[in-house]
């Protein structure tokens, strides 16, 4: 079994996220799964797929902003945003 040193401010920030869990549980999952999405090709090219999609949507400007989209939201709706 390998053991490494964390810092102080990431064990208390994962302790936090973990409820009742173990953290060797957590830490061992969160592993397997990075390691199954870096070996798994048809699936890295599915996302990476999805983001150059979702990159040209934003150039081609087929997105909306998401603030401008609340705005008119809160207009259509009659409610006033803060800022």
């Known amino acids: 079994m390998a053991y490494w040193t964390v810092s102080d401010q990431l064990d208390a920030r994962l302790r936090q996220r973990l409820d009742d ?3 060797s549980d957590y830490i061992e999952s ?3 799964d990075q390691l ?3 070996e798994d090709q048809a699936y890295r090219s599915q996302v990476n797929e999805q983001i150059a999609d979702s990159e040209s949507d934003i150039a081609a400007g087929r997105v909306t902003d ?3 989209a609340m705005r008119q939201i809160a207009t259509d709706q009659d409610l ?3 800022r």
Request: no cysteine; charged share 45%.
């Open 21 to 23: 869990k173990e953290l």
């Open 30 to 32: 969160f592993f397997v």
């Open 36 to 38: 199954d999405y870096e």
């Open 66 to 68: 998401a603030r401008a």
């Open 80 to 82: 006033k945003l803060d």
